[in-house]
């Protein structure tokens, strides 16, 4: 089994940032891509960034990677109250089963205006 443990979320002010991290665990055979989605109350969770489109088309926001961590990375810059939502860290991965979609649990960001 493989797991997506994503932490770095909070309470910051307009104009602020915040870091988001998302570690895969387990039996990771091959991580093929990692990404960021955001769902805000009452709408779509929406794309943010993925590794496989390098820096984020809203760009604000920078995803990076580190290998050896299996670790993706949010990068939230200038932050805006429209940027409140749950944070959802996407990965498709292969372990000895096969290739998979995985989700984390969602961390919550909040801008405050």
């Known amino acids: 089994q493989v797991q997506l443990t994503e932490s770095g979320g909070g309470l910051v002010q307009a104009g602020g940032f915040l870091r988001l991290s998302c570690a895969a665990s387990g039996s990771i055979v091959k991580i093929h891509t990692m990404g960021w989605y955001r769902q805000a109350p009452g709408k779509q969770r929406e794309l943010v960034a993925t590794l496989t489109s390098g820096e984020s088309v809203k760009g604000r926001f920078t995803i990076s990677r580190d290998n050896a961590k299996n670790t993706v990375y949010l990068q939230m810059n200038s932050l805006k109250p429209e940027d409140t939502a749950v944070y959802y860290c996407?990965?498709?991965?292969?372990?000895?089963?096969?290739?998979?979609?995985?989700w984390g649990q969602g961390t919550q960001v909040t801008v405050s205006s």
């Open positions: 996407n990965a498709q991965i292969s372990d000895w089963r096969g290739k998979y979609e995985y």
